[in-house]
Structures are given as structure tokens and as C-alpha cells.
């Protein structure tokens, strides 16, 4: 009898533990949605390396959660948080980020096997030129982004009146930055570059960026939590989550670890045949 009762009674409350820990899935379902709800999203593809590091720093430095991919023939991707796709837009684009791709006189000349007219050798050239000085200026501290313009007249040994090389020199800067006082050096830099233009033959328009807006009072703060950076308002909820799958991880290690239990004493009880 003693030993009905306690079969009985183990198999009662396995059974009750089986019912408790059916909630498990449910709650590992439910984890899924909320992690989903922050899913991350494409923003910038087709990126060398160096240029998709650029954005990442921006992006964490501003505390929105991104990622980087490998894609084909050595390039990247940049995904971010779904909840802050538009912040790390304004962001990289006060940023200058990810930066235009430009083609220099090496690849603009490369080998092809294939010749070339006197008119569109002049003019790849001149492009050529205008992609390696916009790189140029692009390096230096404070400028978003830039483009040069280069004409250089087609003056030919017989000519009489010569006609003179001009240039025009676009540069957009930071809010934060003095680039008025850098003048004479972009203009130096590009008159010692294209040779037989004179100092005054070119042209320099300068634009400030925007200042970024103030932060709003209403953006919901971030605060660190499991290693995750997340809202604050959300914390409650994850710990009531968290909580709830380490319950029911515990009411399934009870769940084995009495169906292990009751093998073994029916075993033991077991009169030998």
C-alpha cells in the first residue's frame, strides 16, 4: 500500500509539473516578439571596409544599436536598430558618412586595349583630376564633402589668344569648425595642382553644415541592462520576462529531475523475476 501511495503521489505531481512547464514555450515564443520588435534594419550597403567602420563609430558613439556584414568581394553592410533608423540617418549625414566613392587618375585610365580620342582623353582627364582633389580635400578635419570642377581650355601652339585653366572648389564643413581661416590653403592646394592655374582663376564657395537639433526632453533615456542597451520604460518588463523564463527553466529541471526519480524507485520496488 505504502508504496501505491507513493507512486501515486509522484505521479500527481509530475504530471502537475508537466502543466507548469507547458508555459516555457509560450514564454520563449513571447521573448522572440520582443526581441523582434527591435529588429535590425538594412542601412548601408556596398561599403569598403574603412568607410563602413566610419558609420559604425558614429552610430555607437551615439548609443544606436548597429551591426556590419561581409557581402561579395570584400564589401560591407551596415544594418541598425529598427526603433532608431531615422536618428542614425540625420546622424550620419551631419557626419558626411558614408562619403562618395571617388575615381582617381589610376582608375580612370586603367589599361583596356581600347584608344581614345585627343577630345575624351582631355576630359577624362580633367575628371580624373577633379576626383583625386575632392578626395583630397574630403581629408581634411572639419569637411563633409567636396567637389572640384576643372577646366582646362583645349589652347593649341598656333592659338593667339590663350585661354587660362579655371577651377571651382565646392566644400561643405561642420557647424563646429573655422574653415574661413583655411581659405588660402584649399586654394593653394588646388592652384599647385593643375598646372598653369593661377591663383585668382578659382572659385571657392564654403557652406556650413546645420547644427544638430537639441535633444528633446521626451526621448526616452537608455540605461544598461543583461549587457543590452535598452529603454528605461522597458526595463520592468524584461526583468518580469527574465524572471518568468528562469521559473520556468527551474520547473523543468523539477519536471526530469522527478521523472528520473520515479524510474529509478519503480525500478528499486520492482520484485525480482
Not at 75 to 82: Q, R
Not at 218 to 228: D, H, I, N, Q
Amino acid at each position: 500500500m505504502l508504496e501505491r501511495d507513493l507512486t501515486s503521489r509522484a505521479t500527481r505531481c509530475l504530471n502537475n509539473l508537466a502543466r507548469k512547464t507547458a508555459v516555457v514555450p509560450a514564454l520563449i515564443v513571447l521573448a522572440a516578439a520582443l526581441s523582434a520588435c527591435d529588429k535590425q534594419m538594412p542601412f548601408y550597403g556596398n561599403l569598403d571596409e574603412q568607410r563602413a567602420n566610419k558609420v559604425l563609430a558614429v552610430l555607437m558613439q551615439a548609443g544606436i544599436s548597429c551591426s556590419k556584414e561581409s557581402a561579395e568581394e570584400g564589401m560591407w553592410s551596415v544594418s541598425v536598430s529598427g526603433k532608431r533608423f531615422a536618428d542614425a540617418v540625420d546622424l550620419v549625414r551631419d557626419a558626411g558618412l558614408p562619403g562618395d566613392e571617388y575615381m582617381g587618375v589610376g582608375e580612370v585610365f586603367k589599361k583596356t586595349g581600347m584608344v581614345s580620342s585627343p577630345t575624351e582623353e582631355r576630359i577624362r582627364f580633367m575628371h580624373a583630376l577633379s576626383e583625386d582633389l575632392a578626395k583630397t580635400l574630403c581629408e581634411i578635419d572639419g569637411v563633409t564633402a567636396a567637389r572640384v570642377h576643372v577646366v582646362l581650355p583645349e589652347n593649341t601652339p598656333f592659338s593667339k589668344d590663350v585661354k587660362a585653366s579655371s577651377a571651382s572648389v565646392f566644400v561643405k564643413y561642420r557647424y563646429d569648425v573655422d574653415m574661413e581661416s583655411r581659405i588660402p590653403f584649399i586654394k593653394n592646394l588646388v592652384k599647385d595642382s593643375i598646372e598653369g592655374l593661377e591663383y585668382e582663376n578659382i572659385s571657392l564657395a564654403l557652406f556650413r553644415s546645420d547644427p544638430p537639433p537639441a535633444p528633446s526632453s521626451e526621448k526616452t533615456p537608455l540605461v544598461p541592462f543583461l549587457g543590452m542597451v535598452v529603454a528605461q520604460e522597458s526595463v520592468g518588463g524584461l526583468r518580469i520576462l527574465v524572471g518568468a523564463l528562469a521559473g520556468g527553466c527551474a520547473l523543468l529541471i523539477a519536471a526530469l529531475a522527478a521523472a528520473v526519480w520515479l524510474t529509478l524507485f519503480r525500478k528499486k520496488k520492482r520484485p525480482a523475476g
